[in-house]
């Protein structure tokens, strides 16, 4: 019995250590991009960006309502690509599955999804309903990176990897859906430049969802922008 409860309370120990390393990884990486203070203080992120996938250019607008909403419109050659996430449901009009009216996402994409309705969802991810997890270091590229798993409060699972000499993200790693199939999806932000708003965020982002890859420049970013809230309701 006294082994017993010495084991347990081992087990506990180690348990409580690893989430105290991944909650001071992650405050060192708050702190890198603006800190606790600054962050809290937006509200609202509107950014201009340009896309280029397949030898394709598009225009993207994405507007994120901190906790409440989430909206990606891009054009490829006149045809438009609309992806909505709010704090209750996703949906999106995606003309290349040959419709051009709205439709609801299944809930397990929505859960999935759910968390791109934040600036950051390492921020403030506790009182989010979120968890987190160091599992050790990996390398990314010549980075031996932080890897943080976060899991919302959907259980839904993203894999972040951060860099332990600037505390910035460069790798996400996440599961999604593409043509009905599911997919592995990496992210790889880069190029971060400071806001005037003293908010660091990547200028550059490459997404590789297997079947293809995008890589998203950022042209314009304004902080705390009005926002109608009306963009995140699903047209009729």
């Known amino acids: 019995m006294k082994t017993s409860i010495l084991t347990l309370l081992a087990i506990s120990f ?3 250590a690893k989430a105290q390393t991944a909650e001071e990884i992650i405050a060192k990486h708050i702190d890198a991009i603006g800190g606790q203070d600054k962050l809290s203080q937006v509200n609202s992120v509107y950014m201009e960006s ?16 901190n906790g409440k909403g989430y909206r990606n419109e891009s054009d490829f050659n006149g045809q ?18 040959g419709s051009t009216d709205a439709a609801a ?10 968390d791109q309705v934040y600036i950051d ?18 390398k990314v590229g010549d980075v031996n990176a932080y890897k943080i798993k976060y899991t ?3 259980n839904s699972d993203i894999t972040y990897y951060i860099d332990p000499s600037t505390w910035y993200i460069i790798q996400v790693v996440k599961t999604g859906e593409a043509m009905g199939q599911p997919i592995t999806i990496t992210v790889t ?3 971060y430049q400071k806001t005037d708003s003293g908010i660091v965020f990547p200028n550059k982002t490459h997404l590789d969802m297997e079947q293809f890859a995008l890589d998203v420049t950022v042209n314009k970013i304004e902080i705390n922008k ?7 309701e699903m047209s009729k």
């Open 14 to 16: 180690l348990t409580c």
């Open 50 to 65: 340009s896309t280029e996938v397949m030898g394709n250019q598009s225009s993207t607008k994405t507007s994120i309502v």
């Open 80 to 97: 438009n690509l609309v992806q909505v996430v709010t704090d209750k449901g996703a949906w999106m009009i995606n003309p290349f599955a």
């Open 105 to 114: 996402l299944p809930e397990d994409q929505f859960h999935a999804s759910a």
């Open 121 to 138: 969802p390492l921020f403030n991810y506790a009182a989010n309903g979120a968890k987190v997890e160091l599992e050790g270091q990996e």
């Open 152 to 154: 919302n409060k959907y």
């Open 189 to 191: 932000p880069s190029d």
């Open 226 to 232: 009005e926002i109608d809230p009306a963009i995140f």
